[in-house]
T-cell receptor, first 112, second 111 residues
Framework: DAKTTQPTSMDCAEGRAANLPCNHS???????VYWYRQIHSQGPQYIIH???NNETNEMASLIITEDRKSSTLILPHATLRDTAVYYC?????????????FGAGTQVVVTP | EAQVTQNPRYLITVTGKKLTVTCSQN?????MSWYRQDPGLGLRQIYY???????DKGDVPEGYKVSRKEKRNFPLILESPSPNQTSLYFC??????????FGNGTRLTVT
């Protein structure tokens, strides 16, 4: 399975865009990039995922580089409620998608 | 409401006393998995199940057992808990190639 690396922490001003990078240099062709976030000790919450193309939903945008070795999660207008730990993971498509590795994630602090 | 339900939310026990943490999902998902979370280590996968009667080890399976006798339930069993299993535990479920749905967690303390 591919592993991901993320910065340990980052700060963001309220109302500004938050850009969270993730490296997954050993990603395979059938592995999806997923983003989750965890607020305090609650269960992680799904944000967005993608395979090759950029994706956007009501929460965020996901930009995946053409070589798929890295991606960026964009929170367009960060609010205080976006303070959380953000996890980038890769998940194999098809039959071998059961085993997952989360890593330590990025602690994002949104300040007023 | 679609959800993953874990019980109990909090559990304090003593070393060696067998315990079971239950996990149930109402979304008819084939895939279920268990994670533990410790400070600074993120989420680590314990076991997962691709379908009924099919279970596989994750990264940290030692000291744990699971069973998947029916689709909706995936209990985590600690036959002889030890203090190093004190942790926050999460259960999750999903369909093929769909996002994980997580439970609210079980905070276990083993003294």
């Amino acid at each position: 399975d591919a592993k991901t690396t993320q910065p340990t922490s980052m700060d963001c001003a309220e109302g500004r865009a938050a850009n969270l990078p993730c490296n997954h240099s050993t990603i395979s062709g059938n592995e999806y990039v997923y983003w989750y976030r965890q607020i305090h000790s609650q269960g992680p919450q799904y944000i967005i995922h993608g395979l090759k193309n950029n994706e956007t939903n009501e929460m965020a945008s996901l930009i995946i580089t053409e070589d798929r070795k890295s991606s960026t999660l964009i929170l367009p207008h960060a609010t205080l409620r976006d303070t959380a730990v953000y996890y980038c993971i890769v998940r194999v498509g098809g039959d071998s998608w059961g085993k997952l590795q989360f890593g330590a994630g990025t602690q994002v602090v949104v300040t007023p | 409401e679609a959800q993953v339900t874990q019980n109990p939310r909090y559990l304090i026990t003593v070393t060696g006393k067998k315990l079971t943490v239950t996990c149930s999902q109402n979304m008819n998902h084939e895939y279920m998995s268990w994670y533990r979370q410790d400070p600074g280590l993120g989420l680590r996968q314990i076991y997962y199940s691709m379908n009924v009667e099919v279970t596989d080890k994750g990264d940290v399976p030692e000291g744990y057992k699971v069973s998947r006798k029916e689709k909706r339930n995936f209990p985590l069993i600690l036959e002889s808990p030890s203090p190093n299993q004190t942790s926050l535990y999460f259960c999750a479920s999903s369909d093929l190639n769909s996002p994980l749905h997580f439970g609210n967690g079980t905070r276990l303390t083993v003294t």
